[in-house]
């Protein structure tokens, strides 16, 4: 079935005569009526009775308008979804962010770059370092965020975006918001709760550990809006990056002697083609001040 003869048989459908379909498609009456036949051929039966001075549709032709006319505007839908990516009226950013990195740092950069096109679309997905990793082999997101990817696939580029510390963050109801600053003894007795998500959760473990810090006593916790509700109902502790969003309910200090930072980096595929909205994102993540961001946080 060719998407013409579907257009020639919807034509004659709305004008129920076969001269007048042929010239509102710019084509002669035999080649419309050509085709009409061989469409015919290939759905078993007539869809029109040729009567004069009036085409009839005939059973089958009832039965087929519906489903022709759907086929016809989801094809013409998608010729001119492609014609409005082409010409850049439509962008589409698929990018794929590790669970420990929170989403507010992308936040201006898609403010900025949904100005740029008359429609947007973004596609956001989640998962651990392996995860991001699968995203962009796949082909499933053009851009990844993590601290860092598992695995050693060669065909990964990589550009550091910023170096960030970790901070204690407690409920401001905890005896520990009232301090500026957090020693290792004062974390003897705290229970902890455990980001198992983030790529530097068993490094931070194990640094804490060598203070004679006892995370083992802990509850593991699998995503931020989890360890949020749990930090403010007093439960436990636990340390996060820098650059975690947090509300007013909860107090952030730095861990006099914690040494574990981690940085932040932006993947791409080498050699694979960008649509022009991962392009201009990248430009804009690599061309920033996150220095100054980070300051800002602070």
């Known amino acids: ?75 013409s839908g998608a010729r001119m979804l492609a014609s409005s990516f ?9 990018i794929a962010l590790s669970h420990s990195v929170d989403l507010s740092i992308l936040v ?17 997905l989640r998962g651990n370092s392996e995860e991001v990793g699968e995203y962009l082999k796949k082909g499933d997101a053009e851009l990844g965020i993590a601290a860092e990817l598992g695995g050693d696939w060669d065909r990964l580029d990589t550009w550091p975006l910023f170096t960030e510390d970790f901070d204690l963050v407690v409920s401001r109801r905890h005896p520990l918001a009232e301090r500026d600053t957090i020693s290792f003894n004062d974390l003897q007795t705290e229970q902890w709760l455990s980001r198992n998500y983030c790529e530097h959760s068993a490094s931070l473990s194990r640094s804490l550990r060598e203070h004679g810090v006892a995370v083992d006593r802990n509850h593991e916790v699998s995503s931020e809006r989890d360890l949020i509700e749990l930090l403010e109902a007093d439960i436990g502790v ?42 201009a994102v990248m430009r804009m993540l690599r061309g920033s001040d996150w220095q100054q961001f980070l300051s800002r946080i602070a």
């Open 86 to 94: 082409k010409s850049g009226e439509i962008g589409a950013l698929r």
């Open 108 to 124: 201006p950069f898609l403010d900025q770059i949904r100005r740029q096109f008359s429609q947007l679309e973004f596609r956001f």
């Open 238 to 279: 636990a340390v996060v990056p820098h650059t975690a969003s947090l509300p007013t309910t909860l107090k952030r200090a730095p861990v006099e002697g914690l040494e574990s930072r981690r940085t932040v980096h932006l993947y791409g595929v080498a050699g694979r083609e960008r649509t022009a909205v991962a392009s």
């Open 1 to 75: 079935m060719e998407m013409h003869q579907v257009r020639y048989f919807l034509a004659v459908t709305r004008t129920l005569n076969f001269t007048r379909a042929a010239d509102e498609c710019n084509v002669t009456q035999p080649s419309l009526t050509r085709a009409i036949k061989q469409l015919e051929a290939e759905l078993g039966g007539d869809l029109f009775r040729r009567e004069r001075p009036a085409a009839q549709l005939t059973e089958l032709g009832l039965r087929m308008h519906p489903l022709l006319q759907q086929c016809y505007d989801a094809a």
